[in-house]
């Protein structure tokens, strides 16, 4: 089956510091890939996406690189901040017919605690 | 819009009782799925559905049931609860034509068995 594997555990930055939390997939097919950020007492929250090879993925100074080649989809900030805070998911979706294009399989999460 | 909402937020058990979390969506998405947050483990789907009256098993659906008698309502039944389903439960949804993979969660519910 579909699998993802993420950074593990936790990472603690200094605010001003470089981010990368690195996320691997595993897949027949040729799957989109997302980051889901989960903040404390929230669902989680579509990040960023890239629907195919060398697609980059932005949002609020976060990127994500889709590299079909390698298999992953690593989560990089030149800088972070406190705000960014949270717990990241990477996560898959692969073109089954039906329904199946529509399940998400997710990485086990990686908990970002930015140090003020 | 309300978006997804969720109901109770937290909730707590006794080994052997049942109970129904509620999720509801007011967006008319017709995909609607149930995942488990356990640390360590990610988020894994329980049960999904493609639209009233069609339902099917996610990666751990033991010891859950589901229904969907309309397109806003997708409620998720513990038969008889065991410590095991201690987790937090989301709801998601997603329009079908939506871009793949982009699901609305839920606020999601706490639950504790004893």
Known sequence: ?116 | NAGVTQTPKFQVLKTGQSMTLQCAQDMNHEYMSWYRQDPGMGLRLIHYSVGAGITDQGEVPNGYNVSRSTTEDFPLRLLSAAPSQTSVYFCASIPFGGARGTQYFGPGTRLLVL
């Open chain 1, 1 to 116: 089956g579909d699998s993802v594997v993420q950074t593990e555990g936790q990472v603690l930055p200094s605010e001003g510091d470089s981010l990368i939390v690195n996320c691997s997939y595993e897949t027949t097919q040729y799957p989109s890939l997302f980051w889901y950020v989960q903040y404390p007492g929230e669902g989680p929250q579509l990040h960023l996406k890239a629907m195919k090879a060398n697609d980059k993925g932005r949002n609020k100074g976060f990127e994500a690189m889709y590299r079909k080649e390698t298999t992953s989809f690593h989560l990089e900030k030149d800088s972070v901040q406190e705000s960014d805070s949270a717990v990241y998911f990477c996560a898959l979706s692969a073109p089954y017919s039906g329904a199946g294009s529509y399940q998400l399989t997710f990485g086990k999460g990686t908990k970002l605690s930015v140090i003020p």
